[in-house]
């Protein structure tokens, strides 16, 4: 199994920009399709971006094309989430997320791997 925790959040004002990383230990990094995720109390969790085991394909959801990019550092066993001209509506918690499905990579479930968590708030 993989451990997943996530660093880099915080409070920005609207415009800024922030970058997430996920570090991961365990099992072999790139054995995992890796995603992010982020949630509001009492919503659904939203996939935000997805990227295959090679970073050879990533997903991102419309309302973040353009502005966010997901990568990933298998020599670091790390995920990142650049996020760029961030808006009051991108406050959330943002998880990271790891599966091993060999299809339906961009998909991640309840039973797969997750981390803890990291807030970011965007002021308007």
């Known amino acids: 199994q993989v451990q997943l925790v996530e660093s880099g959040g915080g409070l920005v004002q609207a415009g800024d920009s922030l970058r997430l990383s996920c570090a991961a230990s365990?099992?072999?990094?790139?054995?995992?399709?890796m995603g992010w995720f982020r949630q509001l109390p009492g919503k659904e969790r939203e996939r935000v971006a997805a990227?295959?085991?090679?970073?050879?394909?990533?997903y991102y959801t419309d309302s973040v094309k353009g502005r966010f990019a997901i990568s990933r550092d298998n020599a670091r066993n790390t995920l990142y989430l650049q996020m760029n001209g961030l808006k009051p509506e991108d406050t959330a918690v943002y998880y990271c997320?790891?599966?091993?499905?060999?299809?339906?990579?961009?998909?991640?479930?309840?039973?797969?791997?997750w981390g803890q968590g990291t807030q970011v708030t965007v002021s308007s």
């Open positions: 997320a790891a599966n091993s499905r060999p299809a339906g990579a961009f998909v991640f479930t309840r039973s797969d791997y």
């Open positions: 365990g099992r072999t990094f790139n054995m995992y399709n």
């Open positions: 990227i295959t085991r090679t970073g050879g394909s990533t």
